[in-house]
């Protein structure tokens, strides 16, 4: 069974562009979380969806980030336009909980991003 | 928020030597994590343990919820253990998101 796919692996793009970073999480599974990490901040959550639905985007740094769920199979997570300090890996993970019963989640490989 | 503290942040084994890393939690929780972050940076769960014990191979977990905390034993350490382990919460008012720790960063010596 295939886990939670990311692509693109590596991203490298200059200051200014627009990036979008997808997610297919794992079947069935009805939460998807985007996450980032930093040498400065480690992981922390960007936005939480359950059931394609936004439920906690705090973490989303400014309006330069934005995150769509169209539905159940796909998630993107765009950055425009970008800047050096977005540089991070970009995780994605899913889990069959919900808001109120927690599970186990499950991460993707990652996406490297690289603002120049 | 929740805060998560993890130690020792550095370790550095022999070969076949045994260890536990400790993770301590600042509220209650519905949700502990272990996850194991590989040198291709890849984050490999390795248990769900929000209360108790369980066990995997050469490792195994215990998870004392009402003194919050949480401990990961690794025997038998072999080189493929390196990298960082880093424990994970969800608190009990949270929607889902998991609050990571800093890390233990792992380093298995042949």
Known sequence: DAGVIQSPRHEVTEMGQEVTLRCKPISGHNSLFWYRQTMMRGLELLIYFNNNVPIDDSGMPEDRFSAKMPNASFSTLKIQPSEPRDSAVYFCASSAGTSKAHVTQYFGPGTRLTVL | ?110
Do not use: M
């Open chain 2, 1 to 110: 928020g929740i805060q998560v503290e993890q130690s020792p942040p550095d370790l550095i084994l022999q070969e076949g030597a045994n260890s536990t890393l400790r993770c301590n939690f600042s509220d209650s929780v519905n949700n502990l994590q272990w996850f194991h972050q590989n040198p291709w940076g890849q984050l490999i769960n390795l248990f769900y343990i929000p209360s108790g014990t369980k066990q995997n191979g050469r490792l195994s977990a215990t998870t004392v919820a009402t003194e919050r905390y949480s401990l990961l034993y690794i025997s038998s350490s072999q080189t493929t253990d390196s990298g960082v382990y880093f424990c994970a919460v969800t608190g009990s008012s949270n929607t889902g998101k998991l609050i990571f720790g800093q890390g233990t960063t792992l380093q298995v010596k042949p």
